[in-house]
């Protein structure tokens, strides 16, 4: 960064506004080249501040003219800088002031503000992207309501659309034609969106328990109406969801959700107008694997809910950001798991905020839930405000219980519809409803405040002659940056203590009168805290964090039988997969330290049997069976190591699944067969297991390094019709040396290069191959007719899976973050929110090896290096090298 380093904005300077802003009137005019938009906003003077500017935003804006009510202003009348446009002397009774600036939609790669996607307008606000369209106070207190006039050409923007109802439309001159909406509600501008373009849609209704009808359309590009229906299902279970669980109704007549191809993230809930990657809403069963499929149903859910958490009542400012996105994402949580499995999505849940949030939060990068200073606020939308965030919102209904929760949240919107508020706001609320409770509510509020994960220890111990179990846990949370002295937080532990016959046994601590059956939920407080339990008829096996009840790493003295035991007999089905984890994890570093001691390593039978009677159920529970067969990713055993040892732990778990192929190959034939071809196609829960357990034993045929699992996988890509499992098979033959991996690759590409999401399907699977090649292969993916560096898409797929493929991205000599400097440094020109997310991936280089920590120094000094250093990527960067 040449021009000195970027400010930080810090928590503590918050102040409100000066001034208010009530009504926005906006017109855009549509021309290809510029789109001119002039805005009128009403000011009001706050009066619980003192008298100054109106201080707006502004970004790559040209400016045409500026009036206050009828009044021209000349350029003495105001100060332009490149960020702001300040206005002095204004009415203390407030006015209209006007603006007109001209844009350029088509020259916006950084797809923040208003940008066109395949020839079709769209907007993205958040965080801080409306200032890209006209001045404004771009902050989220700020909240008004709008009317808005679009105006393009009719032939090539038929579709003509804004937030609210459409209140009028017509021709105008040269082919023209223009619509007009306007959005009752107040909102923030970062809720604002428009899209014109050639678009088709499907339509469905939806009536709410209060009898209003509302209209819902998903807008997609022409030939894609037939990959549409999976998503509206899923928008009418959300709906219905919402009342039923949270008491919410939808408040308008018109739902309309849009899907564009160039989008940074998932999806955006602008009001009533959701903005969707298309990867969020385009499925068919031949384009569309299972994990789209809940994908789908997952985000819409997310964009839905937020029309009550986040817009009705919205965030102060953007340190408040997991107000709204925790919550939401603990909502999508919720209603995926009512939809399908329960303990199967949660485990799913945990696998990924150990994978990433996990991960975030022991690097450089590491920041509170609520952070108190940021560069640039786009840099944290990010696994901890999102997911452990969400941990934070399950803490809540664990401590207080359903009923507890729903009492603090019917508070919440009691106190604070149509407020922006704060994460304190709503922890009161849930305090405030509940006041029975005995929670130290200051001490829950370090979840917040303090970054990093906990690390809880401990140990059992059973005394027969007084029938007393003891169990002591200990919890330390270690320094992260800016953040050396941390103190104890309070850690909800859902538990219970399994008996030798396998049943939980009754509970009562030391002092209680009554014992209650199954799972109960202590409150660790302390640094090191007792907890007995008396009239304990056996001596127990404690079943701890029961469905992960608080984001904590758990190490407590199991033995091996112990966690056998716990995988068997747990009437916790979450525990019953993390007691295999567990001892997998074990067995596995283990081995790593075998083979770097320069041993052999030897997979022990016993894991091998236990894997053996995993499978003897799969019939039982096919969903479930498919997640005890996954062993820890290569990623998180990382987590697990002081210094990481990349090849270690690939050849441990190479050797490991093939030794479960080869050990197993008759019940793994006979699962694989039994889960084959169910009739129809269906994206319900048990089909969806029984696909997942059926690509989990193939997997293990072909870990086993024989013909057989080769010919199974040959077979299924050719034969199958379903997405699930031609991509499973494909990406089995992508990562083998298979003669006929060339050849299925190229026809795959062949039949598919006309659809996007297919394709980054392909280029995922080759970047995530463990091959020695698969560098170069990147490589030359990069120049392939269907990549393309400004679609953020193509680079999550083929970049971004790079970085994610342990062995190839950290493969010794740093070839592998040399790559990642180059499309850094090409992406900060074009993208930066993009760049910064690809940047992301070299945090943790201090964890690897003097070697390769060298040559990701090199590689991540280049990018500091680079002039005009996008804010976005110089945050990351900077604190990776601090750090
Ligand atoms: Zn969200």
């Known amino acids: 960064m040449d021009k000195g380093s970027p400010k930080a904005i810090l928590l503590k300077d918050y102040v409100a506004p ?36 109106l201080v707006l935003d502004g970004q790559e804006l040209e400016l045409l003219s500026v009036a206050v009510g009828s009044r021209p202003l000349g350029p003495d009348d105001y100060a332009c800088t490149p960020d702001h446009l300040t206005l002095n002397d204004l009415p203390d009774d407030g006015a209209v002031v006007e603006m007109v600036t001209r844009i350029h939609p088509e020259s916006n790669t950084a797809l923040e503000g208003l940008y066109k996607s395949s020839g079709n307008y769209c907007t993205q606000c958040e965080a801080e992207g409306f200032r890209k369209i006209t001045y404004f106070q771009d902050r989220p207190d700020v909240m008004a309501t709008y009317r808005v006039r679009v105006e393009a050409n009719r032939q090539a923007y038929p579709v003509l659309l ?68 999976h998503a509206m299902e899923s928008l009418i279970k959300s709906m219905r ?44 069963p031949d384009t569309a694997t299972d994990t789209d499929f809940l994908g789908i149903e997952t985000v819409v859910a997310h964009e839905y809910f937020h029309n009550w958490t986040g817009n009705r009542v919205t ?40 994978q990433v949030q996990f991960a975030e939060d022991a690097g450089p990068t590491a920041h509170p839930v609520r952070p108190e200073s940021y560069i640039e606020i786009n840099n944290f939308y990010t696994p901890t405000v999102y997911e452990k965030g969400a941990e934070v919102l399950r803490m809540y209904h664990t401590l207080l219980g359903a009923a507890g929760y729903r009492r603090g949240i019917d508070l919440y919107f009691a106190r604070h519809d149509g407020q922006a508020v704060t ?13 029975d409770r005995a929670v130290d509510w200051d001490q829950f509020r370090r979840w917040y405040a303090q970054a990093g994960t906990p690390a809880v220890s401990g140990e059992g111990t059973y005394d027969a002659p007084s029938r007393t179990y003891r169990l002591t846990l200990r919890q330390t949370l270690a320094p992260t940056p800016g953040q050396p002295d941390k103190r104890p937080m309070l850690i909800p532990v859902s538990m219970g203590l399994v008996g030798p016959d396998g049943r939980d ?16 939920v202590l409150a660790l407080r302390e640094a090191e805290q007792d907890f007995t339990f008396t009239g304990v008829a056996a001596s127990p096996v404690p079943s ?65 049997d236990a894997i053996g009677q995993t499978l003897s159920r799969a019939g039982e529970d096919p969903a479930f069976t498919a997640l005890a067969l996954t062993l820890p990713s290569e990623n998180y055993l990382g987590q697990l190591m002081g210094v990481i040892d990349v090849d270690g732990i690939h050849a441990a778990r190479e050797l490991v699944r093939g030794t479960i192929g080869r050990s197993h190959r008759a019940s793994l034939l006979a699962t694989y067969h039994g889960n084959a071809g169910q009739g129809a196609f269906s994206v319900s829960p048990e089909a969806i297991g029984r696909r997942a357990v059926k690509n989990a034993a193939l997997a293990y045929l072909m870990a086993a390094g024989d013909g057989e699992g080769r010919a199974l996988a040959l077979a299924q890509y050719r034969t199958a019709t379903g997405m699930t499992d031609v991509i499973a098979a494909l990406a089995l033959i992508a990562d083998s040396d298979m003669p006929e991996r060339a050849d299925a690759l190229s026809a795959f590409a062949a039949k598919w290069r006309q659809e996007p999401l297919v394709m980054d399907k392909w280029f995922m699977i080759q970047a995530t191959s463990a091959r020695p090649e698969t560098l170069a292969e990147v490589r030359a993916l990069l120049s392939h007719p269907g990549f393309n560096i400004r679609n953020p898409n193509k680079v999550y797929a083929l970049i971004g899976a790079f970085t994610g493929n342990a062995v190839a991205f950290h493969a010794a000599g740093g070839a592998g973050y040399e790559f990642l400097a180059d499309r850094v440094i090409e992406l900060n020109r074009l993208n930066p929110q993009v760049a910064s997310r690809m940047a992301k991936a070299f945090a943790r280089w201090r964890n690897y090896d003097a070697e390769r920590q060298a040559a990701a120094k090199v590689a991540l000094e280049r990018v500091a290096h680079t002039p005009d250093l996008s804010r976005d990527v110089y945050e990351i960067v900077s604190r990776s090298l601090e750090g």
């Open 18 to 53: 000066a001034w208010w802003i009530d009504t926005v009137d906006l017109s855009f005019d549509l021309h290809e080249g510029e789109t001119i938009v002039t805005a009128r906003l009403g000011i009001r003077r706050n009066h619980e501040v003192p008298r100054g500017p």
């Open 162 to 229: 804004s937030n609210g109802n459409l209140v009028d439309q017509g021709d105008a001159a040269d082919g023209r034609h223009w619509a007009l909406w306007e959005d009752p509600w107040p909102k923030p501008c970062y809720l604002f969106a428009l899209v014109a373009g050639k678009l088709v849609h499907i339509e469905d209704r939806y009536r709410t328990r209060s009898g209003r009808d509302v209209a819902l359309r998903i807008y997609v590009e022409p030939g894609n109406e037939d990959k549409c229906g």
């Open 241 to 284: 969801w919402d009342e039923e669980a949270y008491g919410l109704e939808y408040d308008l007549d018109i739902f309309n959700i849009v899907a564009v191809g160039d989008f940074n993230m998932g999806a955006m809930e602008n009001k009533s107008l959701n903005i969707f990657n298309t990867k969020y809403i385009l499925a068919r």
């Open 315 to 354: 965030c102060r400012d953007w340190f408040q950001l997991s107000l709204k996105e925790g919550l939401t994402v603990f909502r999508d949580q919720q209603f995926s798991a009512d939809m399908n499995s329960a303990p199967v999505k949660r485990i799913q849940d945990v696998t990924r905020l150990r």
């Open 423 to 435: 994460t304190d706001d709503f922890l009161a609320a849930m305090r405030d409803a509940n006041p």
């Open 505 to 520: 046994l009754p509970l009562k601590l030391a002092g209680e009168d009554e014992a209650v059956t199954g799972t109960r």
């Open 544 to 608: 701890l964090f029961r469905g992960f009840s608080a984001p904590v790493k758990l190490s407590f003295d199991y033995t091996d039988a112990d966690l056998t035991f716990l995988m068997a007999h747990d009437s916790d089905p979450f525990n019953r997969w993390e007691a295999g984890q567990t001892l997998a994890a074990r067995l596995l570093l283990g081995l790593v330290a075998d083979r770097a001691a320069g041993h052999d390593m030897i997979v022990p039978a016993s894991f091998v």
